[in-house]
């Protein structure tokens, strides 16, 4: 078991009191905290403050403190018997997204991780997307219902997943939470009214760090809870903790960091500058399309291949099971090898004579069959319209453009990057080739992309086992250079080029090849 | 109008956002006030931040805040409108006695004092001691109850003290509080249990800041509460605030302050360092052991000459009613006047031929007429017996030999001091030649003694007043030398040679002439 270098948890020894040495009990234990922790900046709670005596003597004055770093101070949040090494001091590590909401219970003094769980954000019942919900915070009491459901939804996972590893709750003692700038507010209890509105301004960039108690949030009431830091209205926590997770602010080389979604939110930097810019890819690139479109599950399709003799379709779906319908990787690879097997053209339309029978007009919309009836785990064909394909297309194109204008910005190609970090479960389940194929993304070597698996939960980790985790967000937050997307003349004419598979500029494509 | 050097109260006018300037409203405050207070460590409190984007576009980024300096940080603890200049924002100080609890309440801008009350402090219901409250305290429930009771009583206070000038008592937006170590810990809900117990270990030393809802104070919830520091369980915050106000820490000659009270509690010191001690004075010098001693109050005999030659008595009394008893500083003067008078010798023991038909015994101890029952406002004679007397002496003789004895500790005499403070209404209401005379104080010019009045109230007030009060008392705390008085054998030869009027050795008393 290896030590991670976090200060949060110190054994002390103190000397007990005496009539020579009569210092007070709170005083005595921070002044030997101060050696320790090589800080003169130290608190405690009032709350804390008033166990302490009793506590003490208790322990003999062998104790464990958990002690936290704010943007000004320490403070001293518990206090437990050294004499006890067993019962972890442990720490949650909260994604907090829009539709899904992802724990991580780490362990403070190994930083190992102990258990994790997820659950779907009970907001949902008011509303599916950020935009009803502020709608719905208008409302009277509608901002403390929200607060509620996401902070009630949070306190039932906390109770079962320490449930199953037998911890009590009062032993979490420090919470990250990463999220969107909305999902932030909601949790926070801040109205988000003017975040959908011109200015579109949030009620904080930088939140404080908050106790656990004054959010409502069911752990040790003292925790601390580091919420990460929005550069605006649509660039949230979330990918603050991206990019502390992808490191890309830390390295020497450029690299880009993509999260994928309805918005596509970009990052591109190194060590010494960071630009992010975010914009609206549509919802295509995530299946929400298609008629068949579902996100990722059992039956659902996330990988296709066609042969580019026989036109056979070879598909594969998350656990085997029969096709349901198909998740945004799963839509990247058809696209791309509809596009390799020549079944449409550049231009993303169906090719009648390649397609074959699969092609079938149904309410004068030409839609081809992936899966027939009779192999569907749905008892009806699963296909694709020539509209899916279009939308498909315009959204690549729009991400594409997004990824070239940001790039450029900073006086770069494409091509200049090093590194091509993916986010989320998209960035997980993508097949870079077939991303590549349709010009989705650059046509970089396939090793140059990295996917990130959940960046939001990965750095909300970080930030409670490193050190420094809480200047890191607040640094890189600060270094972000935010660029406006202004849809222009030359932004449309990037658009209008990259509205073809993979591209109109087909050297921008070299690996390519129909 | 002048205003004080405060930095409490920031006017701020924000540039409201743009869509090229689109911080969000708390980091646009908070970077305003940072240049404003030329500090880059701003908290904002999760409350306030919720109220904040609605009060901000209210008053159009248009706002008067109200900041505090923390240990360690600035708090954003209020904003109101910039255009109401007019409704004070006030601070509290408090002097927190054990019998009875003075407010003041203050203009944050000007410093003025608004208004002030005092009430009787009423955890004496359950204990009229420090040490009756704390055996109560370990009672179930017990330091509930006492906590319940002082924070009570002050929010009755505070209620009546802002109805008199129709303060909202959210205006309130810091609270200063001196008192002594068990009244601070009760105040703050804090365990006093092992104050009385051998090594005699306070929960606290240096208070955190706590805020106002915390404890229960029905100011504005997130009003500061600056508490003072002790040295120790008999050395508390309401001496360190005695010394703030009394300037000694800060100049360059030699001071003594010296509180009077069934505890002396003396500090000697200048702006290189402070030495403090405290010692059992007895009840005498606050006139409560003799049969007529009382607390001053209308009737109670403060001041009384006696004609060297005719023996004839001049009796003042309080607000000039007829006598009722006696103060302290009253038992002094009579002591004096009756040892210049002749009618006490050096030992305080009566002499009979020139006491004459004012002296009687009853139960068989010797009895002095100060106030036949036809002049008293009681309609019974006033009368000092032999024993009150006696017990003066001890008082006085450990007064003085605690003061020798402190002076000593650093090597210096009782007359190289400059100055001699005398703190609380003793010191207000004692006449100094009196206190020479019978030689509880030392033989300095009288104009060397300053009456400092309600000092720990006046140092709560500078702790509210100046920029830098919390350094100021942590500084002060830090700075003191504790000298544990030890009754070994130089005490007691001194305090043998102070059992005389005024002393032994004559020569340090060359003004006292018979």
């Known amino acids: 078991m290896i030590e991670i270098n976090t200060p949060w ?65 320490w403070l001293l949040t518990g206090i437990t018997d050294a004499a006890d090494a067993t019962t972890p001091i442990a720490g949650l590590a909260i994604d907090l997204g829009t539709t899904r909401v992802v724990l991580r219970l780490i362990d403070l003094i190994t930083g190992r991780t102990l258990v994790e769980s997820a659950f779907d954000n009970p907001q949902d019942a008011v509303g599916p997307d950020i935009l009803a919900r502020i709608h719905f915070a208008e409302q009277d009491g509608g901002l403390d219902r929200l607060h509620e459901l996401i902070i009630t939804g949070l306190n039932h996972a906390i109770t079962s ?30 109205n988000p009214r003017w975040i959908i509105r011109e200015p579109y301004i949030p009620a904080v960039n930088k939140p404080p760090v908050v106790k656990a108690g004054a959010v409502g949030v069911r752990v040790n009431p003292l925790a601390r809870v580091l919420i990460f830091p929005n550069i605006g209205s649509y660039f949230g926590g979330d990918l603050i903790a991206g990019i502390l997770y992808s490191e890309i602010y830390k390295n020497e080389e450029t690299a880009i960091l993509v999260d994928v979604g309805t918005n596509a939110e970009v990052v591109v930097g190194n060590k010494n500058w960071l630009i992010a810019c975010a914009g609206a890819a549509g919802p295509a690139l995530e299946g929400g399309v298609t008629r068949m479109g579902m996100t990722a599950g059992p039956g659902v399709i ?146 140059s992309y990295k996917p990130l698996g959940n960046s939001s939960l990965g750095g909300a980790t970080l930030a409670l086992t490193s050190a420094d985790g809480l200047e890191k967000m607040d640094r890189i937050r600060d270094r972000i250079t935010y660029l406006e997307l202004n849809v222009n003349q030359e932004f449309m004419n990037r658009f209008s080029a990259a509205k073809f598979l993979p591209h109109t500029n087909l050297a921008l494509f070299p690996s390519v090849k129909v």
């Open 9 to 73: 948890v110190q054994t002390v020894a103190l000397n007990p009191p005496t009539l020579q040495d009569n210092t007070a009990d709170a005083d005595r234990l921070i002044s030997a905290l101060k050696a320790t922790i090589q800080s003169d900046m130290i608190d405690v709670d009032l709350a804390l403050l008033k166990k302490l005596p009793a506590l003490l003597r208790k322990w003999e004055y062998q104790v464990r403190c958990i002690v936290f770093k704010d943007r000004h101070r």
């Open 161 to 190: 997943l320490c449930a199953t590893i037998k911890l009590n709750p009062q032993r979490i003692y420090a919470l990250a939470v990463a999220g969107n700038t909305t999902m932030t507010h909601l949790f926070m209890g801040l």
């Open 302 to 447: 996330d990988k296709i291949a066609i042969d580019p003799d026989t036109r056979e379709f070879k598909i594969h779906t998350i656990e085997e099971k029969p096709p349901r319908g198909i998740c945004g990787s799963g839509v990247i690879d058809l696209a791309a090898q509809l596009y390799l097997a020549g079944m449409i053209d550049i231009r993303g339309k169906f090719l009648p004579a390649q397609c074959g029978s699969r092609l079938n007009e149904i309410d004068g919309l030409m839609h081809l069959t992936v899966v027939p009836s009779d192999q569907s785990g749905t008892g009806s064909d699963l296909s694709i319209s020539q509209a899916d394909v279009d939308s498909l297309i315009r959204s690549k194109a729009a991400m594409y453009t997004i990824l070239e204008t940001i790039t450029a910005s900073v006086g770069m190609a494409l091509k200049d990057l090093k590194r091509f970090y993916v986010a989320g479960t998209f960035g997980s389940f993508i097949d870079p080739r077939s991303a590549i194929t349709i010009g989705m993304l650059p046509d970089l070597p396939t090793d």
